[in-house]
């Protein structure tokens, strides 16, 4: 066989022009290194990056408060079920945890907090779940998110505070590939079934809480009309949760919320 060293300074020496070309195909032969083993190579390299990148989609639901979030969310998953994907429903505010608790009484009026801690205990129960979230996506599962950063800014900001500085505790965690919003005229919200008496739970502040969910629009929202018959909603979601599902599971980066 030809040594490697004789080899490697023949095609490192200056002149070597047409004789290099030669040789290098003279060598791949003595080498049986011909082209469609190359070829091979690469296109094996090419797919171990493709499914190191691989993984599931992050898909969150957001809305003001009986948007139809929550019963969406469930045949969201059912229907990704069907398909045979690999899908998690998850919630925020998670109430499991000793944060969560925390965060439950105060909604329920069983506890007092100022506007700015209730506002750090949301985003510590996203950061708490975050590794998690990580490990189940790059496992290649996709998650359905009812709520996230988003709900933690429009509610916190419709109270009064700066907007960028609910944003800021936000920062980092990982960002959605899809945001689907649930878009309902805050009275027809209210007309359905009534609230259930949850702090937040009001008309006039379901208004405040709308417009500044209108500042939060990026490019990975996608606003469905809630107001439509529940199956079309469902439809609609279905079709784009899928479009999204697919580019992830093709290989997608993960990346981060806010993050300049
Ligand atoms: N909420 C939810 C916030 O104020 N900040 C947050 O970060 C999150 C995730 O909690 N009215 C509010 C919005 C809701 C309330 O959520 C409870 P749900 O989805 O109604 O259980
Ligand atoms: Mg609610």
């Known amino acids: 066989m030809f040594p490697m060293s004789q080899l490697r300074r023949i095609f490192e020496h200056p002149s070597t022009g047409y004789l290099l070309k030669f040789q290098a195909v003279a060598t791949r032969r003595s080498l049986n290194l011909n082209f469609p083993f190359k070829s091979s190579v690469r296109k094996m390299h090419l797919e171990n990056n493709h499914k190191s990148d691989s993984r599931g989609a992050l898909i969150v639901l957001e809305g003001l408060d009986r948007c139809g ?3 969406q969310s469930s045949r969201l998953l059912s229907f990704l079920e069907r ?11 998670d109430r499991n945890t000793g944060v969560g608790q925390m965060i439950s009484s105060y909604l329920a009026n069983e506890s007092q907090l100022d506007d ?4 750090l205990l949301f985003s510590a129960n996203r950061w708490e779940k975050r590794s998690l979230m990580e490990t189940r996506l790059r496992s290649g599962t996709t998650l359905i998110v009812d709520r996230y950063s988003y709900s933690g800014v429009a509610f916190s900001s419709a109270k009064g ?3 960028e500085w609910c944003k800021a505790p936000e920062m980092g965690l990982l960002a959605p590939d899809l945001v689907l919003y649930l878009d309902i005229p805050p009275e027809k919200a209210a007309e359905r079934g ?3 008496g949850e702090r937040y739970e009001q008309l006039e502040f379901q208004r405040k809480v709308a417009h500044s969910y209108q500042l939060l629009h990026d490019v990975s929202w996608k606003t469905v009309d809630a107001c439509l018959p529940i199956e079309d909603v469902e439809k609609q979601l279905g079709e784009m949760a899928l479009d999204c599902v697919t580019t992830c599971q093709k290989g997608k980066a993960l990346s981060r919320l806010w993050s300049s």
């Not at 700015?116 to 506002?119: R, V």
């Open 69 to 71: 979030k929550t019963s």
């Open 194 to 196: 009534g609230y259930g």
């Open 161 to 163: 505070l700066d907007i």
């Open 116 to 119: 700015h801690a209730i506002h």
């Open 83 to 93: 398909l045979g994907y690999l899908v998690e429903s998850w919630r925020f505010p």
